[in-house]
């Protein structure tokens, strides 16, 4: 990903969550989300976060961005310094099921046991079914930690997955 990859991975990032999260996630929080405000933040968080998170995109035949991945340490407290944490993984919400994010998670698996990672995490709202499945079929394992995060009041809780590469 390089930095004029940001509006792309934002306008897909802030679509997907609406298209995912109706019904699990406040509609408040979703009807807050603008593609410009998280462009924004994404933006100064790629500029100063340059030695940490690898940020991965696949675009399509024309090269528009179809895709994101970001992935970097863990970061739970006593954690080996070989687990890794997948942050962030989205699709254009239009080509869902076709291969873009699998293809994605793979070629976050190849950086990551290039970086020395040997393990990936990553969290999961309880309620977004497609996405656990998803990675249970990728290999991922519900771990059995749970953490919640707040939006706009509501408690909304995640569940914690895990791989070897």
């Known amino acids: 990903m390089v930095e004029a990859d940001v509006a792309a991975v934002s306008a897909i990032r802030v679509t997907g ?3 995912a999260y109706v019904g699990i996630v406040p509609q408040s929080h979703l009807d807050g989300m603008t593609v410009e405000a998280d462009t924004r933040r ?3 968080h790629f500029r100063e976060s340059k030695a940490g998170p690898t940020n991965l995109v696949a675009v399509d035949t024309l090269g528009r961005v179809v895709g994101w991945a970001c992935f970097g340490p863990f970061r ?3 954690t080996p310094a070989a687990t890794g944490e997948l942050y962030a993984l989205y699709v254009q919400p239009s080509l ?3 291969g873009i994010g699998r293809t994605l998670l793979e070629a976050v698996h190849a950086h990551a046991l290039a970086r ?4 990936m995490r990553l969290w999961v709202i309880d309620e977004n079914t497609r996405a656990r499945r998803f990675y249970e079929r ?4 519900a771990d059995g930690a749970v953490q919640a995060d707040d939006y ?4 909304v809780s995640e569940a914690r997955y895990q791989r070897t590469l």
């Open 17 to 19: 969550w609406k298209a």
């Open 42 to 44: 994404r933006r100064q």
């Open 76 to 78: 739970g407290a006593g």
């Open 96 to 98: 869902i099921g076709s």
């Open 116 to 119: 020395g990672f040997d393990r």
């Open 138 to 141: 990728a290999g991922y394992v």
């Open 152 to 155: 706009d009041g509501v408690s």
